[in-house]
């Protein structure tokens, strides 16, 4: 059985535009006329709309490609939210009614964001024919799809997936797979920036952005049939910062300074962790005799992490002023426009001069590693067992773990609740075999 490769795209808003220069360059790097490379494909967040566009497109990968090419490179604020005088203050005057008469106990808040993202649900009817997911299931061209959104209600990670036949939905600690029709309003749920867009309504549930308390994003690849896996970031995984970076500063945080801390910790750490939870099993598992190694429940799980090599909020600080005048009146009002704002301004500016600057980034980081990506896609084996990094395309090669030994495992980190008593979720030396 051939082993399937797997792609996880991480949230971030805006920054997802990254995610398409990647691809880009991967286009360019696999022959021509190929089909989808990867069978299982897994998207949070702004990830989750170019993750059901690479899925309705899996029998004509640069098609799919181009088509998210189209949609980044022409990407316009009111596509995604409204930013017209009249909707802005709407929606204000919605937040301003909306607390006071929460505060006077005569109702709840009912859709209270700070923008209205009403367009994107529009723009994604008219874009993503959801209904060619099965077809390309159905044509073998497509393994899986994953889009993970936060429950509010009961604080699990929840991914919602199409497959084909034989995949089990699981339960884990926080986290669990749903088999479901992915549609409109799963993309919807899972980009539902908190506090910044309005949660969306599932079955039972209301749901926000799936990158808030996922805590293992690999996982799910992992349960929908991976076993090589390509990471596509939207931040300098690994970066330190030096004592020439980090800033003096005086003043009291902006609430913008103070929102963009939080939605760095909600979009990038939690892969960060989940990558270094990777490292200690693969370099475990490379310490362990042969004989050890075929009895256990454990294999290496190789992963290739491709991320920004340059600091995004620097380049979002370049384009704000392309922001809509009352979007930026907004921004202004809690410290965005200023340079200790401007992460926040990086997970909202969709605007194409941004985007497609973004897009030039993730293509010419890919290409800076076009020999590790064929590596990959050939699935040589890049025993680098001691060597896992995760670094951005500026540094060394990063090639993760070794081939597996079983395609029918998983690594026990994703496929297990930890037992009580485990000094560490992931670490292997508590794994024992079991069914997924």
Not at 36 to 60: D, E, K, Q, R
Not at 251 to 275: C, K, T, W
Request: aromatic share 8%; net charge positive.
């Amino acid at each position: 059985m051939k082993r399937k490769i797997g792609l996880i795209m991480t949230g971030g808003g805006a920054r997802a535009a990254y995610q398409v220069g990647v691809l880009k360059a991967i286009a360019e790097i696999l022959p021509r006329r190929t089909r989808n490379p990867f069978f299982v494909i897994c998207g949070t967040s702004a990830g989750s709309l170019n993750a059901v566009t690479l899925a309705v497109n899996a029998l004509h990968f640069r098609r799919g490609v181009q088509q998210l090419l189209r949609i980044w490179q022409n990407s316009r604020i009111e596509d995604i939210y409204r930013s017209d005088p009249i909707g802005v203050l709407n929606n204000s005057l919605r937040w301003f009614f909306g607390l006071l008469l929460s505060g006077m106990g005569a109702r709840k808040l009912t859709g209270m964001s700070l923008l209205d993202n009403s367009p994107l649900a529009t723009f994604l009817d008219e874009t993503l024919p959801c209904d060619k997911i099965q077809k390309c299931i159905d044509a073998g061209v497509l393994h899986a799809l994953g889009i993970t959104a936060s429950g509010y209600g009961s604080g699990q990670s929840v991914t919602f997936y199409q497959g084909a036949k034989g995949i089990h939905p699981w339960k884990r600690a926080r986290r669990l797979g749903v088999p479901t029709m992915i549609e409109t309003r799963h993309l919807m749920a899972s980009a539902a920036i908190p506090f910044v867009f309005p949660a969306v309504r599932i079955n039972r549930e209301y749901f926000g952005d799936g990158s808030m308390r996922q805590i293992a994003p690999i996982s799910s690849a992992l349960h929908l049939g991976a076993h090589r896996i390509l990471v596509i970031g939207g931040g300098q995984n690994g970066h330190e910062i030096t004592e020439h970076e980090r800033e003096h500063a005086d003043d009291y945080p902006s609430l913008a300074q103070i929102a963009g801390h939080a939605l760095n910790s909600i979009f990038l750490d939690s892969m960060e962790v989940d990558l270094e939870r990777l490292q200690r099993i693969n370099r475990t598992l490379s310490t362990m005799p042969e004989a050890s190694r075929k009895m256990s429940d454990l294999h290496h799980v190789d992963i290739l992490v491709i991320a920004p090599s340059q600091p995004i909020e620097k380049i979002a600080e370049r384009y704000s002023a392309k922001l809509p005048w009352t979007i930026r009146y907004l921004m202004r009002l809690i410290g965005a426009m200023r340079h200790s704002g401007s992460a926040l301004v990086s997970y909202l500016l969709f605007e194409k001069s941004y985007c497609r600057a973004l897009v030039d980034l993730g293509y010419q980081d890919a290409m800076k590693r076009r020999e590790e990506i064929v590596a990959f896609f050939s699935q040589q084996d890049q025993r680098q067992k001691s060597s896992l990094r995760f670094m951005p395309a500026s540094y060394s090669p990063s090639v993760h773990g070794a081939a597996s030994r079983s395609q029918d495992k998983r690594c026990p980190l994703h496929s297990r609740t930890p037992q009580s008593g485990s000094s560490h979720a992931g670490a292997p030396v508590h794994a024992r075999p079991r069914n997924r």
